[in-house]
């Protein structure tokens, strides 16, 4: 069973900013990462890329590239309007000694600049070192966070800055043995816990979740429990917040979606520091997801009657049989009959079809594009039928299914 180590970066302030008038632009705190001597035997090692979208037009970040099968990447694929912040994840998981240089090639909605290399090296070496897990590893983050390499305990935390009033409170299913005792399938860094998987399931804005598990210190000394900060939107409670050798406890992790600016499903994960000077890669990771939905049934009818409304010319294309030659270019127009600016939140994209550009908001009246690249090249014989999905703030069509078919 493979272990994987979280390596994380800490921003920094000079960023490589490229600004063009009336383009996208995007600017990063950091494009090049040495990840200095690393354990083959430790598996899989994270950078992130911080940026920001800092031009006049809004960001797509269209493609993400990496040189070498060995480095996987992620990002969250949605329109970055101008000001709004994100990160690429780069998992490089080394396959024999030696020292390393990978590229990672990035593709934007720029005509200008259209694309920018992000840089990871850095030097493998064999330890003979082992670890043992009895559990599968959480599942890679879709919008991964990032922490302090090394995290400082404040010498009198008390778990203030928990808020009370929450809603929708939960608390995870708890297996029991036949002896009345609380049973523990999973185990990382001296701790067993009842989940590794905080699930809040679909959530209306502007409403809190709060799920509570348990967990056991299993360390064989006490434990301070602390969480490195993640995002505003995102609440923990440790009961009791020091746990003596053996001694088991709870967590309690609160989801505001009102404060969360990501729409529909999204996963992240996060670190349990448990001790002064821990560090991401030797604590415990949990990951937790959620669906954000907006529930339209509560708008008053002045509401309704103001609301964005998206009107599409057509929601399927069929280009029928085509040339594997030839990349095919794809557009879809719409409208906002409403009154009120109708906002492109979230584009869910396909497999085998890249977004070159949207139109994030359109006013009243106003007419949007969605244009989408199909390239063919690579793909086998057959038929193909794609769907992209669209989120908006239509309480009509909150979700637009557009569907592409073609031949080869």
């Given at each position: 069973?493979?272990?994987?180590?979280?390596?994380?970066?800490?921003?920094?302030?000079?960023?490589?900013?490229?600004?063009?008038?009336?383009?996208?632009?995007?600017?990063?705190?950091?494009?090049?990462?040495?990840?200095?001597?690393?354990?083959?035997?430790?598996?899989?090692?994270?950078?992130?890329?911080?940026?920001?979208?800092?031009?006049?037009?809004?960001?797509?970040?269209?493609?993400?590239?990496?040189?070498?099968?060995?480095?996987?990447?992620?990002?969250?694929?949605?329109?970055?309007?101008?000001?709004?912040?994100?990160?690429?994840?780069?998992?490089?998981?080394?396959?024999?000694?030696?020292?390393?240089?990978?590229?990672?090639?990035?593709?934007?909605?720029?005509?200008?600049?259209?694309?920018?290399?992000?840089?990871?090296?850095?030097?493998?070496?064999?330890?003979?070192?082992?670890?043992?897990?009895?559990?599968?590893?959480?599942?890679?983050?879709?919008?991964?966070?990032?922490?302090?390499?090394?995290?400082?305990?404040?010498?009198?935390?008390?778990g203030k800055g928990f808020q009370s009033g929450i809603t929708n409170f939960n608390t995870y299913d708890i297996r029991v043995n036949s002896q009345g005792q609380t049973i523990f399938p999973i185990f990382d860094h001296g701790f067993e816990m009842t989940t590794r998987m905080i699930d809040f399931k679909r959530i209306k804005k502007g409403d809190k979740r709060t799920i509570t598990f348990k967990i056991k210190n299993s360390t064989g000394e006490k434990r301070d429990i602390y969480f490195?900060?993640?995002?505003?939107?995102?609440?923990?409670?440790?009961?009791?917040?020091?746990?003596?050798?053996?001694?088991?406890?709870?967590?309690?992790?609160?989801?505001?979606?009102?404060?969360?600016?990501?729409?529909?499903?999204?996963?992240?994960?996060?670190?349990?520091?448990?001790?002064?000077?821990?560090?991401?890669?030797?604590?415990?990771?949990?990951?937790?997801?959620?669906?954000?939905?907006?529930?339209?049934?509560?708008?008053?009818?002045?509401?309704?009657?103001?609301?964005?409304?998206?009107?599409?010319?057509?929601?399927?294309?069929?280009?029928?049989?085509?040339?594997?030659?030839?990349?095919?270019?794809?557009?879809?127009?719409?409208?906002?009959?409403?009154?009120?600016?109708?906002?492109?939140?979230?584009?869910?994209?396909?497999?085998?079809?890249?977004?070159?550009?949207?139109?994030?908001?359109?006013?009243?009246?106003?007419?949007?594009?969605?244009?989408?690249?199909?390239?063919?090249?690579?793909?086998?014989?057959?038929?193909?039928?794609?769907?992209?999905?669209?989120?908006?703030?239509?309480?009509?069509?909150?979700?637009?299914?557009?569907?592409?078919?073609?031949?080869?």
């Amino acid at each position: 069973m493979r272990f994987i180590k979280f390596v994380f970066i800490i921003n920094i302030f000079i960023s490589n900013i490229y600004i063009v008038d009336a383009q996208s632009a995007i600017s990063f705190t950091k494009q090049n990462f040495d990840f200095g001597k690393i354990a083959l035997e430790d598996s899989i090692f994270i950078a992130e890329f911080h940026f920001k979208s800092v031009g006049h037009d809004f960001l797509l970040i269209q493609d993400v590239i990496p040189d070498n099968d060995d480095v996987k990447v992620s990002w969250e694929k949605r329109i970055y309007q101008k000001g709004k912040e994100g990160v690429i994840t780069a998992r490089f998981e080394p396959k024999h000694e030696g020292v390393f240089q990978r590229k990672i090639t990035l593709h934007i909605n720029n005509t200008n600049r259209a694309s920018f290399v992000l840089k990871i090296k850095g030097e493998v070496i064999k330890t003979g070192k082992q670890h043992i897990a009895k559990e599968e590893n959480a599942a890679p983050s879709i919008h991964k966070v990032s922490y302090p390499t090394t995290f400082k305990m404040p010498s009198a935390y008390n778990g203030k800055g928990f808020q009370s009033g929450i809603t929708n409170f939960n608390t995870y299913d708890i297996r029991v043995n036949s002896q009345g005792q609380t049973i523990f399938p999973i185990f990382d860094h001296g701790f067993e816990m009842t989940t590794r998987m905080i699930d809040f399931k679909r959530i209306k804005k502007g409403d809190k979740r709060t799920i509570t598990f348990k967990i056991k210190n299993s360390t064989g000394e006490k434990r301070d429990i602390y969480f490195a900060p993640l995002f505003e939107y995102i609440e923990y409670k440790a009961i009791p917040k020091t746990l003596q050798a053996g001694e088991e406890g709870e967590i309690s992790v609160t989801f505001d979606s009102g404060k969360c600016p990501i729409w529909g499903q999204y996963q992240a994960d996060f670190s349990l520091i448990t001790q002064e000077g821990s560090t991401a890669k030797n604590s415990p990771v949990l990951s937790f997801k959620v669906d954000t939905y907006e529930d339209y049934n509560s708008l008053s009818d002045d509401d309704k009657l103001s609301a964005p409304h998206a009107k599409f010319e057509t929601t399927s294309i069929d280009f029928g049989k085509i040339d594997k030659s030839t990349t095919q270019k794809i557009k879809f127009n719409f409208s906002n009959a409403g009154k009120n600016p109708l906002e492109i939140r979230k584009i869910i994209p396909s497999r085998n079809i890249n977004i070159v550009h949207c139109d994030g908001k359109v006013e009243q009246g106003k007419n949007g594009t969605l244009e989408l690249e199909l390239n063919p090249a690579k793909l086998n014989a057959g038929k193909y039928h794609e769907t992209i999905i669209l989120q908006t703030n239509d309480p009509q069509h909150p979700k637009t299914e557009l569907k592409i078919n073609w031949i080869i």
